[in-house]
Every structure is written in structure tokens, then in C-alpha cells.
């Protein structure tokens, strides 16, 4: 009983609470609260990006996927994997290869061999292959092997160590020509694609974007250097070089060149050479076998902020004459010191690099629409390009391969005693005494103390017999020497250039 009368009073104390605070909320006109949604402000200050995975989504990501499907397929044909052997002599005199335990037969400069891996891209289909200086330059050997594994070797057709841009020549035909694209449509966040062969992984592609443009690294030692390269976040690693960066059309926009690195290795910063300018550099050294260079004849300097101020240019922009050398194309235009170059055929000029980039893209004879600030006002003048000689410019040349007689491999009759110390039972055969480092029979595989028993299927039995076969053996061709070794027969394949 006390408990129900309990309950009436809590009900009815309750009710009054209600109609109390209704009336309170009458008078002061306070705003009635139906959801707990409306305790929130209308538009969170703060919005968490989300992309829900709809059909759509999934439609636009398996759209970008095919884009560098296609253009790896596309590309990867296009590029080939360089290899180069570099030998160095030391003044001083060593032992040579001398048969082991039978004396000191004779004595030799020594000899060291630097292997060397890079890249190239075809330009044409009849050989032509498009690659950086230091990747070729000096080889005594270079040797390219293509996609589909066909290996050729190289003669330099032109280095310019002042772009780094080298052009190499294999005798081969129908091969698959790179699509060349435009370097000065480039821009910043574009994606772009990495082909080459770094760390001796044979057709590796990376993507990434355009990081920058008009890169100046100062990596080329010398005054009339030019560097404006396209810098990518692009994973490009040692054996990159003069590999090909693409854009998603599948056009070569570049040539891979260096990295910036602490390691060795990637670290998120690689740059190519802009194609224009690589292409301009390869038909120079393809058709003339040096590269015709173009100039103003004028020394500039970089804009800062002083300098922008006591100029009166109201901000950095431009390109400072510092120099108008006697007789050049700028003298004979009426250009002079303290002349700022403010655009050339109507492109904006910030940057030294960026004008001699587009100088040295020019051929001699072309003629520039310079506008330029000078004493508060601005005026335009037409420049014609004249052509410079460079004297530190470096000529197309070859170091030749040495001749090494009988491919390298001097031999003697096999006596008795040697057969039976070597574990040898056959009669027919000769004794390698010595292998010339470096040689087409070292290349090979052979050793001193190897019996060759058969040269092409022919057996041999004297040394006479030995030279004259290898001798009749026309340049280019592969022997195939069978050689006793080690109580067995192995086959040892020779080449004759």
C-alpha cells in the first residue's frame, strides 16, 4: 500500500516538472530539441576525405592500370641493356699467365678490366641507339642485347660529353624504334614511367611523377655544360642510365642520366635528359659525327632578390647579361651588359640553364625573339644564332680491340707426361700453356692446362694443325672448342673478332 501511494506521488511530481519546464521555455522563446542530431553544428569543421569503392572507383583505377600496362608494353621493346668493357694497362710489369708449377714462361704489362652496365633506346630500326657518355665512352668492348635476347656488338658513333648524350650503332634491321615525345610540354606531377636495366635486372619499369623540371646539378665539369634536367621520383638505379623516361602516351621524354644519392642507389631523386635536346644532340653526331653547337655569344648570371631590386625588375624574374662577348651574334644585335632576358619566342627565361638549354636545342641559322629589360623599359630585338666551336668537345672514336694471335691461346704438343699428370688417356690433342688476359679464348672460359682435342668438329693434333684452323676461320664466327679438363670434356665457345 505504501509502496503504490509512493508511486502516485513520484508520477505526479514528475508531471509537474514537465509542465514547469514547458512554460519556462514558452517564455524565453527557447528552441525545442527533437533529435540528438540537431546537438551538432550543421557542417563539421573539419572533413575526412573518403572515396567509397564503387563501381566507378574501381572502373577509374582499373582504367589508370591499363594506361601503364600499355605503355610498358609498349616501351619495353624500345629499350635495349648495354654493356662495356673498359681496359686499363699499369705502367709496371707483372707476372702473366703462366702455367702453374712449370716455371715462369713470360712477363706482362698487367692488365684491369671494368665492366659496365647501362642502357639505350633504339631511335631507328636500322641500329641506331640513343645513351649517356659515361656509359660507353672509352669501352674497348660494347655489347647490346636487345629484348628479345639477340646480342650485337657496338661501335661509337658520337659521344658529347657536354650534354652526356652518346649515340652507339649495332648492324641490325626491323628493329623497334622509341616514339619520341616533346620535353618542353612536360609538366610537374605528370605521371611518367622508368625503362631500363638497373642492377643488371633486365627490363624493369618504375613509376612515379615529374618531381621538378630545368634541374641544374653542376655533374658536368665543364663551362659550356648544359644541364636542365627532368628531375622524377621514379625509382632509377645504377644500369638506368640512358634508359628511357616515358610519359603515359608511351612517348620517351627523356633520357635517365644520374640520381642524387648518398647510398648509391635510389633515394627518390633521378634525372633524365629533356628528349629535345638529346634528339638535337643525336642527329648532330648521326649525320655530321660531332655536335654543332649554337650561341649567343653572352655571359649570364641568375636573378636573386637584390639583385631583381637594385634593377628595378619589381621581383626576380629574368636572366642577367653580365657579358656581350666581341663579335657575337648578341653584340651585331645591339644586346649589353646589364641586360635582363626576359623571354625567348615567347617563352619565360628564370633560370641560366633554361636559356642555354633552349640555345643549345636550336641549330645555327635559327632566329630567336628576344625580349629583354633594360633601363625601366622592355624591348625586343631578333637574335640570329651563330655556330660555335668548343674545343674541350670530345670526337666519336673506338678504342680498337688488341689482336691476339690464335684467339689468345698459345699452345704446345702434348707430351706423355703432361697427358698423364693432367688424367688425360686420348692420343689426339694440344697443351694450352698460356691465355692472354682479355682475350676472345679468356672471354671463353679457357685455362692454362686445358687439352683442346677438337676445334669446329676437327680434331687436332699438333699446334701447326691448331693455328691453321683457327686462322681459316672467317672473322665473326663462333668456334666451338672441345678442351679435357678436370678428367672431362667441355665445349668452350670462341669468338673470332
Not at 33 to 58: W, Y
Not at 263 to 279: E, K, Q, S
Amino acid at each position: 500500500m505504501l509502496k503504490s501511494r509512493s508511486w502516485v506521488i513520484a508520477g505526479v511530481l514528475l508531471l509537474c516538472g514537465l509542465i514547469t519546464g514547458l512554460i519556462i521555455a514558452t517564455q524565453l522563446d527557447l528552441p525545442s530539441i527533437s533529435t540528438s542530431a540537431e546537438i551538432l553544428p550543421p557542417e563539421p569543421i573539419f572533413r575526412i576525405a573518403s572515396l567509397p569503392l564503387t563501381k566507378d572507383t574501381l572502373a577509374y583505377t582499373e582504367a589508370a592500370s591499363r594506361a601503364f600496362t600499355r605503355v610498358a608494353r609498349q616501351v619495353i621493346p624500345n629499350v635495349v641493356s648495354i654493356a662495356s668493357t673498359k681496359v686499363y694497362f699499369t705502367e709496371d710489369e707483372g707476372l702473366g699467365g703462366n702455367r702453374s708449377g712449370r716455371g715462369l714462361r713470360f712477363r706482362a704489362p698487367q692488365q684491369f678490366r671494368q665492366l659496365g652496365r647501362g642502357s639505350g633506346v633504339i631511335l631507328s630500326a636500322d641500329g641506331y641507339i640513343l645513351t649517356n657518355v659515361h656509359v660507353v665512352a672509352n669501352a674497348q668492348k660494347i655489347a647490346v642485347t636487345l629484348n628479345d635476347n639477340r646480342t650485337f656488338e657496338a661501335k661509337i658513333v658520337g659521344l658529347d660529353p657536354l650534354t652526356e648524350i652518346a649515340v652507339v650503332k649495332i648492324a641490325a634491321r626491323g628493329l623497334p624504334a622509341a616514339l619520341l615525345g616533346n620535353s618542353d610540354a612536360c609538366t610537374v606531377g605528370e605521371w611518367v614511367l622508368a625503362v631500363g636495366n638497373p642492377l643488371d635486372l633486365q627490363s624493369t619499369v618504375t613509376a612515379g611523377i615529374i618531381s621538378a623540371i630545368g634541374r641544374q646539378l653542376d655533374i658536368i665539369e665543364d663551362s659550356y655544360a648544359v644541364e636542365s634536367f627532368i628531375q622524377t621520383d621514379a625509382a632509377i638505379n645504377p644500369g638506368n642510365s640512358g634508359g628511357a623516361l616515358v610519359n603515359l602516351r608511351g612517348e620517351v621524354i627523356g633520357i635517365n642520366t644520374a640520381i642524387a644519392t648518398e647510398t648509391g642507389y635510389d633515394m627518390g631523386f633521378g634525372f633524365a635528359v629533356p628528349i629535345n635536346l638529346a634528339r638535337r644532340i643525336a642527329s648532330d653526331l648521326i649525320r655530321k659525327g660531332k655536335v654543332v653547337r649554337s650561341y649567343l655569344g653572352i655571359a649570364l648570371q641568375n636573378i636573386d632578390e637584390l639583385q631583381a631590386r637594385a634593377l628595378k625588375l619589381g621581383k626576380p624574374r629574368g636572366v642577367f647579361v653580365d657579358d656581350v662577348y666581341a663579335g657575337s651574334p648578341a653584340q651585331r644585335e645591339g644586346m649589353r651588359p646589364m641586360d635582363v632576358i626576359l623571354e625567348v619566342d615567347g617563352v619565360p627565361m628564370n633560370r641560366v640553364n633554361q636559356l642555354q638549354t633552349y640555345v643549345a636545342s636550336k641549330a645555327p641559322g635559327t632566329k630567336l625573339r628576344v625580349r629583354c629589360f633594360r633601363e625601366g623599359r622592355e624591348i625586343s630585338k631578333t637574335i640570329t644564332l651563330a655556330e660555335k666551336e668548343v674545343a674541350s668537345q670530345v670526337e666519336a672514336r673506338r678504342v680498337h680491340r688488341r689482336s691476339f694471335k690464335d684467339l689468345g691461346a698459345a699452345v704446345e704438343p702434348l707430351s706423355e707426361i703432361d697427358a698423364s699428370e693432367l688424367g688425360y688417356k686420348g692420343k689426339p690433342g694440344v697443351l694450352v700453356t698460356r691465355v692472354e688476359r682479355f682475350s676472345q679464348a679468356d672471354d671463353a672460359g679457357m685455362r692454362i692446362d686445358d687439352i683442346i682435342t677438337k676445334v669446329n668438329d676437327q680434331t687436332v693434333h699438333n699446334p701447326v694443325e691448331y693455328s691453321r684452323i683457327v686462322r681459316s676461320i672467317p672473322p665473326g664466327e663462333i668456334i666451338i672448342m672441345a678442351v679435357f679438363r678436370s678428367r672431362g670434356t667441355h665445349h668452350l665457345f670462341v669468338t673470332t673478332d
